[in-house]
């Protein structure tokens, strides 16, 4: 889930989004908003796909990256900061991607953590540490998971987005509480949420439009229990929104619902607590 879309892959290696289309990313051939899940790119077989402000980023099945929509500040990767309307390869091979509001990190095969836009054009060594295996980039923040299952996060706090307790920002990694069973982590533009091992969402942050999930819109500095029904098999936080996938293959959203970023169709209000996909 992004700034003003949202994509998900399905178990057949498809890609769909939904949502506002006007930097071309979703990728459909046309600039038209959709508040219904389309399928993108479908001579590809896709296994992951992150999309920020204005941008996407996804990994095809051999694990090779993919970025569009627009390019200023270099958030596409691609040496420049030109806009792209269809998928345009990166080099390398990769595990993650995590779009940012204008920037995007991955983790590489080998598990080291690397970055670019806001500065560098191209992928650049965001940290010498090694053996991340999650990640996800905010507006000004970032989280990463390792592989003992530590959950570190590290930038600006101004709503306790980075889960650490308190509103203090760090550039340095911390290490958020004490658990040690932290699996997957996704971070909207002031929020975040992660899945532990036993399946269950946590979400913290800014909570304006119902994004953490919570059933309410107050923030949150530290990781809280959602109380979504079903066990998550993966969570895709936007700007202002969150959904997540259930082991039925259902999809749940929350958040703020204008521009059919929440996927339902018609009914563009916000949801503050999980809201079934039709």
Partial sequence: AGDR??????????????????????DVGDTTDRDVLTRVDPGRNWADVSCGASHCCGLDAVGVAYCWGKGDAGRL???????RSVPTALPGRW????????????????????????GPLTPARATSTMGWVALGAGRGFRCAVQTAGTLWCWGE?????????????????????ARTDWGAITTGTQHACGVTSDRRVHCWGKGSQGRTGLGHTGDRDTPQLLAMPMAARRVAAGEQHTCAVDYAEQVWCWGQGSSGRLGLGSDTSDRREPTPLP
Avoid: F, K
Wanted: charged fraction near 10%.
């Fill in 5 to 26: 879309v949202t994509c998900a892959v399905t178990t057949g290696a498809a890609l769909y989004c939904a949502g506002r289309h006007e930097d071309g990313h979703i």
């Fill in 95 to 118: 595990l993650h991607l995590a779009a940012g509001h204008t920037d995007t990190c991955g983790v590489r095969t080998d598990g080291s953590l690397w970055c670019w836009g806001d």
């Fill in 157 to 177: 706090n101004g709503q306790g987005q980075l889960g650490i307790g308190g509103t203090a920002s760090t550039m340095t990694p911390t290490q958020v509480g």
């Fill in 77 to 83: 990767g691609l040496g420049d900061a030109m806009d």
